[in-house]
């Protein structure tokens, strides 16, 4: 006689804490909580956290709250008791259903317009093979333009490199300022290099558009931006929201962009690694893009070639539910938690400019939860090197995990450069991030640390400490 069977996904999901209805969906619909999450259950839901750092950087590898992590260990192990039911009776629902939610969160029209992959990143190669195939096939001419930002992220500008200036296309970057004091810099920039590329007689194929820059971090006016390209004629739009959602607002309807992507693991609770692409269903690019990973759905639209690349680790990608449903737990659900994260993040960052005598890298309403802090200019940052040796010490002595921007002093004939209270030039700004489980204190620490440094004569050009290996921030 066998003994009993053990179904602990029945179980999980009959006592409604499992992966959810018996195919291994989960319920459609979040439980409503009594009361909003309490300081208390914050610190529970993040102990994982290193205690002794105080980690104000949530922006380059967000965050992950324990019943999210539980919820993915479930989808775990419900894939190692039988990988074959789950394939293919668990996997391709519960797709759907974390992409019908994130359909919901960015207001996208249809379904098939939400892909979930890796990253940003690979979202981005998806748009930039797409381009790099138009050149080859003949539908771009040589020479035809890409447009980006100066301040795109690294590896985005290294992707754009990588697939079209070698199919033939020409890549124009658009030059920003920092620190900024206007949205109206940044447009005017934008105008300014489209005009140049259409005196040049450069046709724009694809802009590139961050919805909020990595390094230095600035909240750019997407919707603005995209209805420049329709009115001078560039055939799509590309947005990288790569810290957005969850971070601002994102409706993708409203700002009218072919594309658009977003990470789900730097501020909307996620695990490593996942990501939306949205791809506007009247594009007519919509039917030809393809993940660059080919396996047994291509051809079957973006959603499902997505959907299935291999044997791999999915549950990133289902774990949605329940962040919804982690989210709800604040007051004002995810539109409470952004709102207070910008608010305490542009109270610490002018805390910390007062302090150190500096300044905003950008006004408040250009900021997200992340805002960039002028450092003193006493602390001799004259190179990228420079700042991650900074970063390095605030690591390894102080505990503090803070990304530190360079920024290149004006050059001769240029306007001076932004000036400290003691009028030295400032060349570095720290980017501090602001998430439901940071406290007061973290920032306070940097800012004590910041001023011993000070105190103790320490300039970068003069330290000899042992710089890392360069890590990119997200």
């Given amino acids: 006689m066998d003994a009993p069977r053990d179904d602990h996904r029945l179980s999980e999901n009959r006592n409604g804490n499992g992966c959810g209805e018996a195919d291994g969906r989960l319920s459609k619909r979040p439980r409503p909580h009594p009361a909003p999450i309490s300081a208390a259950e914050i610190v529970e839901e993040f102990s994982h956290n290193d205690p002794a750092v105080a980690r104000v ?19 775990q192990r ?17 797709l759907t259903r974390s992409r019908s939610l994130v359909l919901e969160l960015i207001n996208a ?29 003949g539908a771009f001419n040589p020479g035809d333009a890409v447009v980006m930002l100066h301040y795109a992220y690294g590896a985005v500008k290294r992707s754009i490199h990588a697939y079209v200036t070698r199919a ?9 300022p920092f620190p900024l004091s206007s949205p109206d810099e940044v447009v005017a920039e934008f105008r300014r290099t489209l005009g140049l590329c259409r005196a040049g ?55 009218g ?24 269903g009247s594009s007519a690019a919509a039917p030809r893009l393809h993940h660059p990973v080919v396996s047994h759905e291509y051809g079957n639209g973006l959603p499902l070639e997505s959907g299935w690349i291999g044997n791999r680790d999915y549950t990133p990608q289902l774990v949605v539910p329940a962040v919804v449903e982690f989210v709800e737990r604040f007051e004002g659900g995810l539109e409470g938690i952004r ?6 993040v542009v109270e610490m960052g002018k805390m910390l400019a007062e302090s150190w005598g500096t300044f905003l890298g950008c006004p408040p309403e250009m900021s997200c939860s992340m805002i960039m802090v002028g450092l003193p200019g006493c602390v001799g940052i004259s190179s990228e090197t ?89």
């Fill in 339 to 344: 709102r207070r994260n910008h608010e305490k």
């Fill in 201 to 255: 007689g450069r046709r724009v194929r694809l802009a590139v558009i961050d919805h909020i820059t990595s390094m230095p971090c600035v909240v750019i006016p997407v919707k603005e931006l995209t209805r420049i390209c329709r009115e001078e004629g560039v055939d799509q739009v590309f947005v990288d929201g790569a810290h957005s959602i969850g971070n601002v607002e994102v409706d993708v309807q409203d700002i």
């Fill in 168 to 176: 033939g296309g020409h890549v124009v970057e658009v030059p920003l």
């Fill in 257 to 280: 962009a072919d594309f658009y992507t977003s990470n789900l693991h730097k501020w909307l609770f996620c695990p490593s690694s996942v990501a939306f692409l949205h791809t506007r």
């Fill in 109 to 137: 029209a249809h379904l098939d317009e939400v892909s979930l992959v890796d990253n940003a990143t690979t979202a981005a190669a998806i748009i930039f093979q797409h381009v790099a195939w138009s050149f080859i096939e």
């Fill in 78 to 94: 419900l894939f190692l008791r039988q990988p074959d039911e789950f394939y293919f009776s668990s996997l391709h629902p519960s």
């Fill in 57 to 75: 950087n949530n922006g380059s590898f967000g965050c992950c709250p324990a019943s999210v992590l539980a919820a993915q260990l479930r989808w």
């Fill in 386 to 474: 420079d700042a991650m040796k900074l970063r390095a010490l605030l690591r390894d002595e102080f505990k503090i995990e803070v990304p530190i921007h360079y920024q290149s002093p004006p050059k001769d004939g240029e306007a001076a450069g932004a000036t400290d209270e003691s009028g030295a030039t400032v060349t570095g700004y720290a980017r501090i991030s602001h998430q439901v489980y940071n406290v007061e204190n973290d920032y306070c620490r940097l800012r004590d640390a910041v001023h011993k440094l000070v105190r103790d004569g320490f300039s970068c050009i003069q330290s000899t400490e042992r710089v890392p290996s360069k890590v990119k921030d997200g």
